[in-house]
């Protein structure tokens, strides 16, 4: 028997149709249940009070201000590096034997999973270099970790550069450095700016990378070398170890609007970036 | 143009060169570190000892890990299962069928949601997948099953975005040219867009598993971290990922060292992964 494939068109049409809507209807109810759960137990109390009993009463300033610290510093040591690669493959050389190990560098860090990044800061920062659970430790550690995005993402947005600017800059007499920083990098900062922001995005969502360097301690991190604990990291322990369910789900309530707020703005500068240069 | 004016540019240039050395510096010292603690077990112990061993009871100078090489590949698999068909269907609708309005509204939210930290699909694994697979299906809840379906939900929007970029690169004379031979849209879809972006859906399939072979804070809470090879979809299971975390934090010595060789076990599955996922996409490159 030969089903008439105008009536299997329209099947596949509705069952793709259904199948696409149930993938985000399953995102979007994750999202949602975090909210509905969370919501009651949210206040500025919540917010801006340390927490007592660890962590089944009070709040989560400490981890909120460790998650910032965190996420903060880990871009102030990758942006210039990565920037930096950034600019030597697109203006500096052409592709050769060397830019293409670098190009292989960078894939390889990208595809390392964060859990062999937490062995490593913990043997290499943590033990070898005697830096001990702190904040230093767990910034560098995710440095490492972000650096391939914010080299991708610089890449792309100063590969989108037109070249008469380059050209019109040259022409005036500019050097190749006075075009970098005059010309390029401020038509490009939209683009560079959206790897910035998603690697916050990684450094407030990452757990494994982090609790192993970092540590988890619940006081407010005051120095560099002082442990700490970040949102995400008490998330995981409130839940792990069953000792709030309540808590668990306020302060999952709040890194997840963190994390919605961190990949709205970064999709609005790659927006601003794609509707400006196409 | 004068020389010190040359010597600032060559200066630039070095130090950006240095920059981009950075990377692969770390990437050496990384695995510098990681082998230099862990290959010396695989040497005392023994290399099948530790890769086919069945006990894993490092106090006692057991370091098998086998049992946890066979879970991350069921897991992995099992992820696979839950998660590509659905990732493909919803690739395939939206750069297929989604109309504008609707792709403007998909788009951006399966990117954002891409953000949702790992540790939160894993926290509601355990509220409500764990109970569910208890009360209907038996055993403890924690699961290949749960963890299957944990870690497929998680590697739904890599799957799916990488897959609709491979989709939207097939050019659109592939389409108009089968339209109008009289093919239907489905038929159009299944015998020429799928097929020529083949290589792009098996990449964006091979990233997945590597998302899901390397997924460890979520994997704890849903996984049960038993010390067996699972014999069934409702067995506990513990991974190499979750293996390291659990124990790293007090871990001394030969047991220290041995979290090390399962972290260089779980590398290189990662990086066989990597390589078979660049060969796919340098193969499409080519084509």
Same mark, same amino acid.
């Given at each position: 028997?030969?089903?008439? !494939?105008?009536?299997?068109? *329209?099947?596949?049409?509705?069952?793709?149709?259904?199948?696409?809507?149930?993938?985000? #209807?399953?995102?979007?109810?994750?999202?949602? $249940?975090?909210?509905?759960?969370?919501?009651?137990?949210?206040?500025?109390?919540?917010?801006?009070?340390?927490? /007592?009993?660890?962590?089944?009463?009070? #709040?989560? +300033?400490?981890?909120?201000?460790?998650?910032?610290?965190?996420?903060?510093?880990?871009?102030?040591?990758?942006?210039?590096? #990565?920037?930096?690669?950034?600019? +030597?493959?697109? /203006?500096?050389?052409?592709?050769?034997?060397?830019?293409?190990?670098?190009?292989?560098?960078? /894939?390889?860090?990208?595809?390392?999973?964060?859990?062999?990044?937490?062995?490593?800061?913990?043997?290499?920062?943590?033990? *070898?270099? *005697?830096?001990?659970?702190?904040?230093?430790?767990?910034?560098?550690?995710?440095?490492?970790?972000?650096?391939?995005?914010?080299?991708?993402?610089?890449?792309?947005?100063?590969?989108?550069?037109?070249?008469?600017?380059?050209?019109?800059? +040259?022409?005036?007499?500019?050097?190749?450095?006075?075009?970098?920083?005059? $010309?390029?990098? !401020?038509?490009?900062?939209?683009? $560079?700016?959206?790897?910035?922001?998603?690697?916050?995005?990684?450094?407030?969502?990452?757990?494994?990378?982090?609790?192993?360097?970092?540590?988890?301690?619940?006081?407010?991190?005051?120095?560099?070398?002082?442990?700490?604990?970040?949102?995400?990291?008490?998330?995981?322990?409130?839940?792990?170890?069953?000792?709030?369910?309540? *808590?668990?789900?306020?302060?999952?309530? $709040?890194?997840?609007?963190?994390?919605?707020?961190?990949?709205?703005?970064?999709?609005?500068?790659?927006?601003?970036?794609?509707?400006?240069?196409? | 143009?004068?020389?010190? %004016?040359?010597?600032?540019?060559?200066?630039?240039?070095?130090?950006?060169?240095?920059?981009?050395?950075?990377?692969?510096?770390?990437? %050496?010292?990384?695995?510098?570190?990681?082998?230099?603690?862990?290959?010396?077990?695989?040497?005392?112990?023994?290399?099948?000892?530790?890769?086919?061993?069945?006990?894993?009871?490092?106090?006692?100078?057991?370091?098998?890990?086998?049992?946890?090489?066979?879970?991350?590949?069921?897991?992995? %698999?099992?992820?696979?299962?839950?998660?590509?068909?659905?990732?493909?269907?919803?690739?395939?609708?939206?750069?297929?069928?989604?109309?504008?309005?609707?792709?403007?509204?998909?788009?951006?939210?399966?990117?954002?949601?891409?953000?949702?930290?790992?540790?939160?699909?894993?926290?509601?694994?355990?509220?409500?997948?764990?109970?569910?697979?208890?009360?209907?299906?038996?055993?403890?809840?924690?699961?290949?099953?749960?963890?299957?379906?944990?870690?497929?939900?998680?590697?739904?929007?890599?799957?799916?975005?990488?897959?609709?970029?491979?989709?939207?690169?097939?050019?659109?004379?592939?389409?108009?040219?089968?339209?109008?031979?009289?093919?239907?849209?489905?038929?159009?879809?299944?015998?020429?867009?799928?097929?020529?972006?083949?290589?792009?859906?098996?990449?964006?399939?091979?990233?997945?598993?590597?998302?899901?072979?390397?997924?460890?804070?979520?994997?704890?809470?849903?996984?049960?971290?038993?010390?067996?090879?699972?014999?069934?979809?409702?067995?506990?299971?513990?991974?190499?990922?979750?293996?390291?975390?659990?124990?790293?934090?007090?871990?001394?010595?030969?047991?220290?060292?041995?979290?090390?060789?399962?972290?260089?076990?779980?590398?290189?599955?990662?990086?066989?992964?990597?390589?078979?996922?660049?060969?796919?996409?340098?193969?499409?490159?080519?084509?």
């Amino acid at each position: 028997m030969r089903i008439n !494939p105008r009536y299997i068109d *329209k099947i596949m049409r509705g069952s793709l149709t259904a199948q696409a809507l149930f993938t985000v #209807g399953i995102l979007v109810l994750i999202v949602v $249940v975090i909210f509905i759960k969370g919501f009651s137990h949210v206040s500025m109390e919540f917010i801006f009070s340390n927490p /007592e009993d660890m962590g089944r009463l009070g #709040g989560i +300033f400490p981890s909120i201000a460790g998650t910032i610290f965190l996420g903060l510093l880990s871009i102030a040591f990758a942006t210039p590096l #990565g920037v930096g690669t950034a600019i +030597f493959l697109t /203006e500096y050389t052409r592709e050769s034997f060397f830019t293409r190990i670098i190009r292989f560098g960078v /894939e390889s860090l990208a595809g390392i999973p964060s859990i062999i990044y937490g062995l490593f800061g913990f043997i290499f920062f943590v033990i *070898k270099l *005697k830096m001990g659970w702190s904040l230093l430790s767990g910034t560098l550690t995710v440095a490492i970790m972000v650096l391939p995005t914010i080299i991708r993402t610089s890449e792309e947005a100063i590969k989108a550069v037109p070249n008469n600017l380059k050209m019109v800059s +040259f022409s005036l007499g500019a050097t190749k450095w006075e075009t970098v920083t005059r $010309v390029i990098l !401020p038509s490009a900062a939209p683009g $560079v700016l959206t790897g910035i922001m998603l690697s916050i995005g990684r450094a407030v969502s990452e757990t494994a990378a982090v609790i192993f360097t970092m540590g988890s301690s619940l006081r407010l991190p005051t120095s560099i070398m002082d442990s700490g604990r970040t949102m995400a990291v008490h998330f995981y322990i409130l839940a792990r170890e069953g000792i709030s369910m309540e *808590k668990a789900y306020a302060t999952a309530l $709040v890194l997840v609007c963190s994390i919605l707020v961190i990949n709205i703005v970064a999709y609005y500068l790659m927006n601003r970036m794609i509707a400006r240069y196409s | 143009m004068n020389k010190k %004016f040359i010597d600032k540019e060559n200066i630039i240039k070095f130090v950006l060169a240095l920059f981009a050395l950075s990377s692969l510096l770390f990437l %050496f010292v990384i695995f510098v570190f990681i082998l230099s603690e862990g290959l010396p077990l695989f040497y005392k112990a023994g290399v099948t000892n530790i890769v086919f061993g069945m006990k894993w009871a490092p106090t006692k100078a057991s370091f098998g890990i086998f049992p946890m090489i066979i879970s991350s590949f069921m897991v992995t %698999f099992g992820a696979l299962v839950v998660g590509a068909p659905l990732a493909l269907a919803c690739a395939t609708y939206l750069s297929e069928y989604a109309g504008r309005k609707m792709k403007i509204f998909l788009k951006p939210s399966l990117e954002l949601l891409a953000g949702i930290p790992s540790v939160v699909y894993g926290f509601l694994g355990v509220v409500y997948i764990v109970p569910i697979i208890r009360e209907h299906l038996g055993g403890a809840g924690f699961s290949i099953l749960s963890t299957s379906l944990v870690l497929g939900i998680m590697i739904l929007p890599t799957i799916t975005s990488i897959s609709f970029d491979a989709l939207m690169s097939v050019p659109a004379a592939y389409r108009e040219g089968s339209l109008a031979m009289g093919a239907t849209k489905w038929q159009t879809i299944y015998r020429v867009v799928l097929p020529a972006a083949r290589s792009g859906i098996l990449a964006s399939f091979i990233l997945g598993m590597g998302r899901a072979v390397g997924e460890t804070m979520a994997v704890i809470m849903v996984a049960g971290n038993a010390l067996k090879i699972p014999t069934s979809l409702l067995d506990p299971l513990r991974t190499l990922t979750s293996n390291i975390a659990l124990e790293l934090a007090y871990a001394t010595g030969d047991h220290r060292r041995a979290l090390f060789s399962t972290g260089v076990v779980l590398l290189v599955i990662i990086m066989s992964l990597n390589l078979v996922a660049n060969f796919w996409v340098k193969a499409r490159v080519s084509k």
